[in-house]
Each structure stands twice: as C-alpha cells, then as structure tokens.
C-alpha cells in the first residue's frame, strides 16, 4: 500500500467531492468509468481497426475497383473475370484442394494416432513430446530449406532417396517430379506443424473420464473397440475442431511452394491459391485481382465453415 | 496417473510389461530419427563440402567438417545484422502486445465500459479470417496509411502495430483476468486505487503465468512470420533472417544456405529448450477450454 500513496497520481485519486450530489455523481462515475475503460481499449481497437476491420472492407471494395498510374476506377466484376480466366486459377484450386485432402489424411490421422500412442507411455513423457513440438519452433523457412536441399535433392545424394535406396525401394525425384510435389510438400509440412496437435489432442486425451476405459474392458472391449467407442466419441469435440482449423490453414499453403517449388513448381504443380494471389499482387502488379481472388478464397473458406457448423450443431441435436 | 486406454496394472505384468518395453524404446528411437533426424541432418550436412554433399551414397558424418560454410553464410547474408532486425522487431512486437493487448483485456475483464461485449466480438470474429484473404488489403493500409497518408514500408511499426491486432491473445488474457475474483479489485477500488494502479500493482503481478504465454506468443510469431516481413520490409537493411535467407538462396550455393538456416533456427530451440514448460501448457491452455 505504500507504494500506492507514493506513486499514484493525487489529483485522481482524490476525484469528484462524492458526497453532496449523490445521483449526478453516480451517472458522472458511469461515464467516467466508461471513458477509462475506453481509453484502456483505445490502443488495441485502433489496430485492430486499422489492420483487420479496415482491410476487410478494403479488400471487398478493392476487388471492384481498378487503379491505374493512380487514378481508381469502378469496374464491377472485371477482376473476378480476369482471375479467373487466369490459365493458373483452375490448377491452384485443383492443386489446393488436393494438399488439403492429402494433409488431412496424413496430417491430420497421423498427430491423433501419435497422441493416443504418447499418451499410453509412463516415461519419457516429457523427452518425446519435446521431440514431437521442436519442429514447430523453427522458421518454416528454416526447415524447409533443409527439405529442399538435403531431403528431397532428387539425386541419390539427398536424404529421403539414400534411405530409400538403402531399403532398397524406388527413389524419386521429389519436387522435380509433378506427381510428387504435393505429397513432398504435405511430408514437410506435417513435419513442420504436428507437434501443435499431438500436444492438443494429448491434453484433450487426458481428460477422458478413466472409469469409461474400465468399463469398457469389463465389457470385453478390446483396444481398437476402446478407441472408437471410447477415446473417439469422447474427444469429438476436438477433433471435428481441428478438423476445420486445418482445413483452413492447410488451404492457404504458401510458404511450401515458395521455397520447395520456387512457387509453381514444374508445369504448376504446386501453384496454390495462396501463391496466385502473391503472384498477382507482388508480380503482375495486379493487386487489384488479387484483392478478388482473396475474396474468392474468403467465400470458399466461410463455405466450409458454414457447412462445418451445420453439420456439428446437428450432431448436438441428435 | 489416471487410466488410459490400457491399464497400469496390464502393462506391468508379464508380457503386457514386455510389449510396452519394447514398444517404448521403438518409439523413442524412431521419434528421435524422426524428429531430430533432420536436424542432426542439417547441422553437419552444412560441415562439409560441396562435394562431399553431393556424393552418394551420403555420409553420415563429414569426412572433413569444416566451419567455412557457416563463416560464409555469417558474412556472406551479413546475418547478424539480419539476426539484430529479427530480436528487434521480435522485442518490438512484445512491448507493443504486452501493453495495449493487456490493457484492452483488462478493460473488457474489469472495466467493463458500455458496448464491451461488441468489441469484442468484433475481435473475435477476426480469428475467422483467413490470413491470406487479407494480405493485399493490409498491405495497401500499411503503404498508406488511412487518415494520416503516412507509408509504414520498412518501419518496423509495420510489424508492430498488426502484431497487436491478435484477438487469441487478449482472449487469453481476458479469460484469465475473468479469473481474478471481483472483490480484489472492489477492495483496491475502496482503497483509492486508479483503475491503472489496480492493473499494475495488483492484476498483473497475479497473471505472470498467462503474460508469460502471451509473451512466448509473440516472440515465436514474429521470429517464424514469413509472407509478411517479406511484403513490409523489403529492404536489405530492414529483413528478418528468414527472408534474408531467401533472397539469397537463388544465387548461393546450397550448403551455405543451409548453414544460415541452421543460425536462424539456434535462437528458437534455444529459447523452446528453456521455455518448453509454458510453451506447452499455454498452447493446450489457450485451445482446450475456449
């Protein structure tokens, strides 16, 4: 309390006389705490409004307009046109479709078999789930460097080939290859970024109920019959929440292509959406069609969230 | 210990305590071949030559391991200038986040001035935004400013200022504020206390534990932010190492990138190495219960 009456500001603390008017001085309290407590958010609300609520409209408004040497001008649906008679606009959705699926079989089965596998061990818990996060605390540039030039090298020098030629499997040619750039890129990038889920889902893993496995195997349940009559329906919750949040971040690939592909790829096999907008914005000078295709890409992602929330909510129902 | 799929019991007898053993030690093994794999992989990969490189097959350790490819990417990519912009903006970022997001979460936590609610709904609902779809209108915003017409291109304020836009993190906070009984701050109230006091000297020394998350947040987002950094700092003087790197990777040769990648990626495991703790509790506190 000491420091309190020594550092605080006097002129504050002393306030309005409270006691002679006593209803004004309750309303005039309101309004100041109101200010205050508006002047606490002032900060974060400018940002907030100038980096996200702004920009949001922006990009609606932006992908109507047209700006030529400065002048901008109303175009109505000329960009949307232009975008998607892009001879890449197909080939990005097509591809960006394919690592979203792709990642959600492996990227998406694998953090929860991994889960239920950790959480089963009595030791060495700590060490394996450092082991499973430490990949995600480094720059994804960082890594996937690593996998361009030591892992997928298309050569029998590179990683992924000696250790297949050592088994004596069929090597390949990795990002040189057009059938294999997606996979190529879906294994990078859940290496990258499991470690987030498994620690999830382990954290979700432990707090099912112990007696519902008990019960389970007095009923004679084995251990696959545990996991999908107990584990699954008890971390349901979780899963078709993941399910979505990666769908959603899976869509805006990126960064893989840049660095693995040099952004299309061979023949545009790993241009993704993401990348076209990139392309458009920083390349073609066109940030106006990109601005559109960002739109394209928010009514494709607001589409599965839509359906994702319906189909959750009647879960609950039944 | 609470029981998981398999009984405690089961696997201590006979063969179920076989099976796990060897399960166990399968497992840590190849989670370490797996996981640290590539890193060992990297790190001595970028020790050897060009040659050496590519020979096949490849050997597990460098004949003749030499520094000169991490000396070269050192001078070569001037990485510590790069290393300097990256704990500058990273620390930037932390600055800007603790205060405003902190205060913000305490004013919808505590405060609770009229049309709270709304706000921060209108936070909330930028989390459903994908990153992507607002790239190019953000990067309009920062070239030029509305109101003020200023261009924030190589400022790091161009960092700092989304960075605290993060509505995940005054979620956190505010769900932890939310917390904090309501009679503390009455009795701080009662004592005279400006509602600035009562956040300083009462409700952060309480929420070390969250600030320490959010702080850990903040400092990992900028260090692995890529596309960003890319767009606002496009100058040689003002990059983050990871788009340093990049921008040199066309014309330098492989081992030497690598080598700076691995640089880059030191101060991270560093850093997760001591805060693994926090790291890992905050990343399942912040998405479990929300």
């Known amino acids: 309390m000491a420091t309190i009456t020594a550092q605080g500001k006097p002129a504050k603390v002393s306030g309005p006389p409270r006691p002679p008017a006593r209803r004004r001085g309750r309303r005039t309290r309101r309004i100041q705490s109101n200010l205050t407590g508006y002047a606490f958010l002032l900060g974060a609300v400018v940002c907030f409004a100038v980096f996200s609520w702004y920009p949001m409209i922006r990009g609606i408004v932006m992908s109507f307009q047209r700006t030529r040497r400065g002048e901008t001008t109303w175009v109505g649906w000329d960009n949307y046109e232009r975008i998607v008679n892009d001879p890449s606009f197909w080939t990005a959705w097509k591809n960006t479709f394919y690592f979203t699926a792709l990642a959600l079989i492996l990227g998406y089965a694998v953090p929860f078999l991994v889960a239920i596998l950790l959480n089963e061990f009595r030791h060495a818990k700590g060490y394996l789930r450092i082991l499973v996060y430490l990949p995600v605390m480094l720059p994804p540039a960082s890594a996937l460097f690593l996998f361009k030039y030591y892992a997928y090298d298309p050569s029998d020098a590179g990683l992924f080939n000696a250790i297949l030629k050592f088994l004596h499997l069929p090597t390949s040619e990795w990002m040189q290859s057009t059938t294999m750039t997606m996979p190529a890129m879906v294994i990078a990038s859940t290496w990258m970024n499991m470690g987030a889920a498994v620690l999830i889902y382990l954290a979700a893993l432990q707090n099912i109920p112990g007696e519902l496995y008990e019960a389970a195997e007095v009923d004679g349940a084995g251990i696959w019959r545990r996991i999908w009559n107990v584990t699954i329906p008890q971390t349901k919750l979780i899963l078709s929440l993941m399910a979505m949040l990666q769908i959603v971040a899976t869509m805006q690939l990126f960064i893989e292509p840049l660095i693995l592909a040099n952004g299309a790829g061979t023949q545009d096999s790993a241009t993704s959406v993401a990348y076209l907008i990139y392309q458009h914005g920083f390349f073609q000078n066109d940030l106006n069609g990109a601005a559109a295709l960002g739109v394209i890409m928010l009514v494709v992602l607001g589409g599965f969230s839509f359906v994702y929330v319906r189909l959750t909510s009647r879960q609950d129902e039944t | ?290």
Do not use: C
């Open chain 2, 1 to 290: 210990m609470t029981r998981t799929l398999i009984s405690s019991a089961q696997m201590r007898r006979g063969r179920g305590k076989y099976m796990y053993w060897t399960l166990l030690t399968v497992v840590i093994v190849v989670f370490t071949l797996v996981f640290v794999g590539p890193l060992y992989w990297m790190v001595t990969g970028a020790l050897k030559s060009g040659q050496e490189i590519a020979q096949t097959p490849p050997t597990l350790w460098p004949e003749d391991p030499r520094l000169t490819n991490y000396t070269d990417a050192w001078h070569q990519l001037d990485l510590a200038k790069l290393l300097f912009n990256t704990f500058y903006y990273a620390a930037g970022a932390l600055v800007f986040q603790l205060v405003l997001d902190t205060a913000a979460a305490y004013a919808l936590s505590k405060l609770r001035p009229a049309f709270g609610n709304v706000i921060l709904a209108l936070m909330l609902a930028t989390l459903m935004i994908p990153a992507m779809v607002l790239i190019i209108p953000q990067y309009v915003t920062v070239i030029d400013l509305p109101i003020l017409h200023v261009n924030l291109l190589d400022s790091p304020l161009a960092l700092w200022l989304p960075a605290v836009a993060n509505a995940f993190n005054i979620f956190l906070l505010k769900r932890f504020f939310d917390s904090i009984p309501e009679e503390i701050m009455s009795a701080a109230i009662m004592d005279g206390a400006t509602p600035l006091r009562t956040l300083w000297s009462i409700i952060l020394p309480m929420s070390r534990p969250i600030l320490g998350v959010v702080s850990i947040f903040a400092v990992t987002a900028v260090w692995k932010d890529f596309l960003w950094p890319k767009l606002v700092m496009p100058s040689p003087e003002t990059r983050t190492v990871s788009v340093g790197i990049y921008a040199f990777s066309g014309g330098t040769p492989m081992n030497v990138v690598v080598a700076a990648a691995v640089i880059a990626a030191i101060p991270t495991i560093v850093f997760f190495l001591i805060f693994q703790k926090s790291i890992m509790s905050g990343l399942t506190a912040g998405s479990l219960k929300g």
